[in-house]
């Protein structure tokens, strides 16, 4: 009976820590700019399907998931300079909509360049599972949960430690005063996507091992991504991560113990009762309202 | 005559004479097909479009209401065999109900909180008609039977073009009231400024619900209209990426132009069949065309040449 | 990962792909046009890409030999990418703008089961290449089909359980058109054959994560096998996970799987996992007296010379069907609908590389249980049992 807790509990975390790093990626574009960055899921699928083209062209691993990785932060900074900088200052509509217009984009790109099939990517060590308790885990899962954590401390580090960092936290506390402080906001900007396209490429690498990579990767888990952060109180990237691990958590004792059918509803139905009953968000504070 | 030459009243005359001559250039049932989808795409969108272009209320999960509808006539027609314009009248009661009962707590979010509001509200219907495949058939969809009314049956393209074109004529003029009744003048202060418009005396979230029903029944009746016209349905219809389309159509054609919303729908049903020879570049042309709108033309395609023939016209 | 670079030969949606020489010395309408929607990108890319390259690739061949009736085959097919919504706006325009004579066509049951309501209504012969057997029983009047049905793989899949000494199975599906025809199969067929199913579990389209069925499957009391009924990506992630959990009862697919990215993509968990095949995949094992030998080993020779990809069963759905048409069009020597529909009811003995069909007008698929053999993956390759 514990053993089958622990198994959910596995999976829960797994891809619970997977929806964490996608929803910090959107906390810290949000953070700088208050733009919802709808394409975060299309870094996922850049940083997975990149890794298993890289790795086609007879690259070792550890090479392709590091140019995947650039890959992805390239396009970061060229979705900020291209789509996102022009209209800065457009209502919130027209930039859900450019930012959902650039996912589209690059999937479709995606799909002309590479293709539309499912393409499986070694583990990192091995995919015997490990028995803990009656319960299997992944190396792999072990690999998600180690990289998560160290990428929460270095990003932690970052943000309290280096001149880059503070500065992206004072732009999102007030951009003007950042502004006339000397901070260059726009470069604080470009920085946030191409930070936040680091965190999405890695998680796709992570996860392609266990669930196979392929062009449509992104959509579910942008989605799910985007609830965890809503859920953390959007901007807020510890939120995001407890945001994340929750929704994971929810859902593979969802699957286990209710019906694995509703699943994928369980992170959306979580977030409209939150919503509907506190407006801001789990870890939320002030509203987000701009006038 | 002071009808007549109100602007709305001019645009409805145009409208209503492009569906009149149209069939004239329509070789085959195949064109008439594309015209007939364009046709229910534009009801919603102008729908859609007295929500987020006369109030600024953004909506990522229309979809699920114009799956629902489809989905309601879909099951209570080919499973239950209610007449089909009963179960389009008791899907769009339905979705009009859940729609006001979600209204109240939807329209009290704002900005990305109403998005992602409104966003699970529509995938949370898709996984739905997805999950109860014994009523929906699942993923895979169900096949729906023909509309009839009292035994007569738009059997051809041609008649179910004129039913569109007549339903979208009727859905432009309630819009068109609508946005020059009290009610939407009250509209239009809250997309100013909510505050503003709340010191005036207008029950700003009344208004804001009305406008969520009314945008929710019209979906929910083009759902069924389409459920019925193609015969066969699938949850794609209600889900997330329907959504999305829906909405660019809004604001590609223009936000706040009831005329925009059909020719936004229009551009958007003909481009993927224009582009069908160019298939892999689909996806590519229909993100690009997103961005490249909203950056450069943010008010959509017909309040931007509306504004560059009036400049011109001096 | 040699894919990836082809995507040109990929040619993806609508590609009208009009082959031969028609464009010379035949005039359109002097062509017999085949209209074709197949799964050749997406999730099921692993169906439609095979059969698109064997129409294309035995079209060519037939007009180089002078065509059918002295006609030119005119081929058009587009791409719906396994989608059933995108496969009815297809069908309506090839039925009534491309004008086509036949329709061989539906990589899956879901588009198959789409456009149904669509050729009846339009009255053209239509043969799917989907997998379940809810195409052709009830049997409709002008749809027929070539791969085995569900309920041939699952009265093959008990006998062998029940040679295994196997009674108590634990029952996964996905929740596609095939999957729940299937999954109707394995419930319905249980009592008669003297199986018990005591877990029945599913999950969704596109879930890349299974561990939680499975491991209520594992845990299910007295089960001893598990049983998957589905196709895609998803086989798979079944047979990762199934792996991952360490479970160790025995592992049955269904011909759904019988393709090499099933086995690729599975990262080595495909092995032990038994399934039934069309003898296509294991043609070279098959004895010279076998009737199919000939003609399987002709597809498979051509196929892999003109794509340079390994054969999958699901290329063969597509060569039967198009033979029966070009069979029941010469024997019709017209292309009138209802001549050819007649034509195909009256197929009797046609050696395809799926099995030997004899159609009727209550038989629309025409293939017995003997056409299907049991495979095991091994060493991560199809070995026949037996």
Redesign the interface.
């Known amino acids: 009976m514990f053993a089958e807790f622990l198994q959910f509990l596995f999976s829960g975390i797994t891809v619970g820590a997977i929806y964490a790093l996608v929803g910090l990626g959107f906390a810290i574009i949000y953070n700088a700019s208050n733009v919802i960055n709808f394409a975060q899921g299309e870094f996922v699928m850049l940083g997975g399907m990149g890794t298993v083209f890289f790795i086609g062209l007879g690259l070792p691993m550890p090479l392709a998931v590091l140019l995947a990785v650039s890959l992805t932060v390239i396009v970061g900074f060229g979705l900020e300079r291209f789509a996102v900088e022009p209209a800065r200052d457009a209502p919130i509509v027209t930039l859900i909509i450019i930012t959902i217009g650039a996912s589209i984009f690059l999937r479709g790109a995606a799909q002309l360049v590479w293709d539309r099939n499912f393409h499986s990517v070694a583990s990192f060590s091995g995919s015997d599972p490990i028995m803990i308790g009656g319960a299997s885990i992944l190396p792999q899962s072990l690999w998600i949960l180690g990289c998560t954590v160290v990428i929460v401390i270095a990003l932690h580090m970052f943000f309290n430690h280096s001149m880059t960092g503070k500065s992206i936290i004072a732009t999102s506390h007030n951009p003007l005063a950042a502004k006339l402080m000397g901070i260059n906001t726009s470069m604080v900007l470009l920085m946030s996507f191409g930070l936040s396209a680091l965190l999405g490429a890695s998680a796709g690498i992570l996860i392609a091992p266990i669930s196979l990579t392929y062009t449509g990767v992104g959509i579910m888990l942008g989605l799910k991504g985007f609830c965890a952060a809503v859920l953390g109180g959007l901007g807020k990237p510890m939120g995001a991560i407890a945001g994340g691990l929750l929704v994971g958590i929810s859902e593979a004792m969802t699957a286990g113990y209710i019906s694995s059918a509703y699943k994928d509803a369980v992170a959306f139905i979580i977030i409209l009762a939150v919503l509907f009953l506190m407006p801001n968000g789990l870890f939320g504070g002030r509203g987000t309202e701009r006038v | 005559m002071n009808a007549l030459s109100k602007p709305e009243t001019g645009g409805i005359l145009s409208l209503a004479l492009v569906i009149a001559i149209l069939p004239a250039f329509l070789p085959n049932s195949f064109y008439f097909d594309v015209v007939i989808l364009v046709g229910i795409n534009a009801i919603v969108c102008v729908g859609l479009n007295l929500l987020i272009g006369y109030t600024g209320q953004i909506s990522l999960g229309h979809a699920g209401f114009f799956g629902l509808g489809a989905y309601f006539s879909g099951i209570l027609v080919s499973i239950h065999g209610w007449p089909p314009l009963v179960a389009l009248i008791a899907g769009a009661v339905f979705v009009g109900v859940l729609a006001y009962i979600l209204a109240r707590p939807v329209m009290k979010l704002r900005g990305h909180y109403l998005a992602m509001g409104t966003l699970g509200m529509g995938i949370v219907i898709s996984i739905v008609l997805n999950q109860e495949g014994d009523l929906t058939g699942g993923p895979d969809g169900m096949p729906v039977d023909a509309f009839s009314v009292f035994g007569w049956e738009p059997g051809n393209e041609l008649t179910w073009y004129w039913m569109v074109g007549g339903l979208l004529l009727i859905a432009v003029w309630l819009a068109l009231n609508l946005i020059n009744s009290p009610v939407g003048r009250a509209l239009r202060a809250v997309h100013g400024s909510e505050v503003a418009a709340s010191v005036a005396g207008v029950d700003v979230a009344r208004y804001k619900s009305l406008v969520f029903v009314v945008s929710a029944v019209f979906a929910s009746v083009a759902g069924s209209l389409f459920a019925h016209y193609s015969g066969f349905l699938t949850p794609s219809e209600a889900d997330f990426f329907h959504s999305i389309e829906l909405v660019t159509m809004v604001v590609l054609g223009g936000m706040a132009s009831v005329f925009g919303a059909v020719v936004g729908a229009a551009v958007l049903t003909l481009l993927p069949q224009l582009l069908t020879v160019f298939h892999d570049y689909e996806m590519l042309v229909f993100g690009a065309a997103m961005m490249i709108t909203m950056i450069f033309m943010r008010r959509g395609l017909v309040p931007t040449l509306q504004s560059a023939f009036n400049r011109w016209r001096k | ?5 082809k ?1 040109a030969g ?1 040619t ?5 792909s009009a082959i031969g020489l028609a464009t010379g010395s035949a005039k359109a309408e002097e062509t017999i046009k085949i209209g074709s929607f197949l799964a050749v ?3 099921a ?2 169906l439609g890409d095979p059969e698109k390259k064997t129409l294309d690739m035995y079209v060519e061949k037939i007009n180089s030999e002078g065509g059918v009736l002295g006609r030119k085959l005119e081929l058009i097919v ?2 719906s ?1 396994g ?3 995108k496969a ?2 297809f069908a ?2 090839l039925i ?2 491309d004008k086509v004579d036949i329709l061989l066509a539906g990589s ?3 588009a198959t ?6 050729v009846e209504k339009a009255g053209i012969p239509f043969i799917s290449f989907g997998g379940a057997g809810v195409i052709i029983n009830p049997v409709k009047k002008w749809v027929f089909k070539t791969p085995h049905t569900d309920t041939l793989a699952v009265q093959k899949i008990y006998n062998d359980m029940k040679s295994r000494g196997i009674s108590k199975i634990g029952l996964l599906s996905g ?3 095939f999957d ?1 025809s299937c999954r109707k199969n394995v419930l319905d067929l249980a009592d008669g054959a003297g199986m018990g199913v005591v877990a029945d ?9 299974m ?3 499975i ?2 499957i594992k ?1 299910s009391a007295g089960v001893q096998a598990m049983l998957y009924c589905g196709f ?2 998803a086989t ?2 079944v047979a ?1 996970n199934f ?4 479970v160790d009862i025995p592992h049955y697919q269904t011909h759904g799987s019988a393709s090499k ?1 099933f086995i ?6 495909a092995e032990g996992v038994r399934l039934p095949a069309a003898a296509l995949v294991v043609v070279d094992a098959l004895p010279d007296s076998h009737p199919q030998k000939k003609v399987a080993s002709a597809y498979k020779k051509m196929y892999e010379a003109k794509t340079g990809s390994e054969i999958s069963s699901f290329g063969g759905h597509a060569y039967d069907g198009l033979m029966l048409a070009v069979e029941a069009i010469t024997r019709a020597g017209t292309t009138d609908k209802a001549a050819v529909l007649a034509e195909l009811e009256k197929t009797n003995n046609f050696i395809g590389v799926d099995g030997i069909y004899t159609m009727s007008p209550t038989d629309h698929l025409g293939l017995d249980e003997a056409s299907f053999v049991m495979v095991e993956v091994k060493d991560g390759d199809w070995k026949m049992l037996k």
């Open positions: 990962m040699k894919s990836l670079f995507k990929l993806a949606l609508v590609a009208v990108t997406g999730g890319s692993f587009y791409d990418g989608d059933p919504k009815v706006p309506k325009r009534s703008d899956t049951t879901g089961m789409a456009v149904i309501p669509i929740s596609g058109g729940k579990e599913t999950h969704g389209k596109g879930d890349t994560d561990t939680a069925q491991t209520k845990n895609g990506g798979s992630i990762k792996k991952q959990l360490g990215s690729k993509n599975a990262d080595g968990g």
